[in-house]
């Protein structure tokens, strides 16, 4: 939630129940009770990406555990447009979806927590950070061939929940949920991390090493030593013995 709309709640009456109240989040039976449903029905709907979740932990057996806002629930509740999904049978193309492993939450959910990420950024490199957080390596250097405005990139990428022991089963979990894999979304932000990028080049060009210009080579400085006397040149020489010459008086 971004600052302007906290600002906007504090003024309106009964904050801070208000704002705990726009920002609780409830598990799988909690939510379906607001829903008054079955907990096994919630799930079908939140699987088909009738609700979106907005975060997700491990419990202690790493299984993944979704949550979601209650006030969405609530006005999800009171939309009369949505009663023939709290009752009565799912259509037969839905259910055969689910019954084939259809889940769209963890996508559902990084589309939430991209709008998160570019909500919160202050800067065009932290906007662009934003996609390809959710891009695998390999992805990501297909979009981003200079390794430079990777690694700038990553001075600026998000914190992310699977950063830790990698090789430890939840943050495999977690980094997997937190990593596109439909090739729909994949596609979407590639498309979306090119424009950042276009935007970040031209607001500031990622920092690059600085060459290394060579020393000049000191200059070679001659000296003679102090009590060796000059060697006389050939002209020397010539004027002397043209002087001896006149001094001694040859007719």
């Given at each position: 939630m971004v600052r302007s709309e906290i600002d906007r709640l504090r003024t309106e009456e009964g904050?801070?129940?208000?704002?705990?109240?726009?920002?609780?989040?409830?598990?799988?039976?909690?939510?379906?009770?607001?829903?008054?449903?079955?907990?096994?029905?919630?799930?079908?709907?939140?699987?088909?990406?009738?609700v979106t979740p907005v975060k997700f932990c491990l419990n202690r057996y790493r299984a993944v555990v979704w949550l979601y806002l209650a006030d969405e629930l609530r006005r999800f509740a009171a939309d009369k447009n949505n009663a023939p999904w709290l009752t009565g049978r799912l259509p037969q193309e839905l259910r055969v979806q689910l019954d084939s492993g259809l889940d769209l939450r963890p996508r559902n959910w990084r589309g939430r927590h991209l709008g998160f990420l570019l909500r919160h950024a202050d800067d065009p490199w932290a906007r662009a950070a934003a996609p390809a957080s959710l891009l695998d390596p390999v992805h990501l250097a297909e979009v981003v061939r200079d390794p430079y405005e990777r690694a700038h990139l990553n001075r600026h990428?998000?914190?992310?929940?699977?950063?830790?022991?990698?090789?430890?089963?939840?943050?495999?979990?977690?980094?997997t949920i937190m990593t596109a894999d439909d090739p729909d979304e994949i596609e979407w932000l590639r498309a979306d991390l090119r424009q950042a990028l276009v935007e970040a080049r031209a607001h500031r060009l990622a920092?690059?090493?600085?060459?290394?210009?060579?020393?000049?080579?000191?200059?070679?400085?001659?000296?003679?030593?102090?009590?060796?006397?000059?060697?006389?040149?050939?002209?020397?020489?010539?004027?002397?013995?043209?002087?001896?010459?006149?001094?001694?008086?040859?007719?």
């Open positions: 904050f801070p129940r208000t704002l705990r109240a726009r920002v609780e989040a409830v598990g799988s039976k909690d939510a379906a009770a607001i829903l008054d449903v079955a907990p096994t029905r919630f799930v079908r709907l939140a699987r088909l990406g009738l990428r998000p914190a992310r929940a699977d950063q830790g022991p990698h090789d430890s089963p939840a943050a495999r979990i977690t980094g920092p690059r090493p600085r060459r290394k210009e060579p020393a000049p080579r000191p200059a070679r400085n001659v000296k003679r030593p102090a009590n060796r006397p000059e060697t006389p040149g050939p002209a020397a020489g010539k004027r002397r013995g043209l002087l001896g010459w006149l001094t001694r008086g040859h007719p």
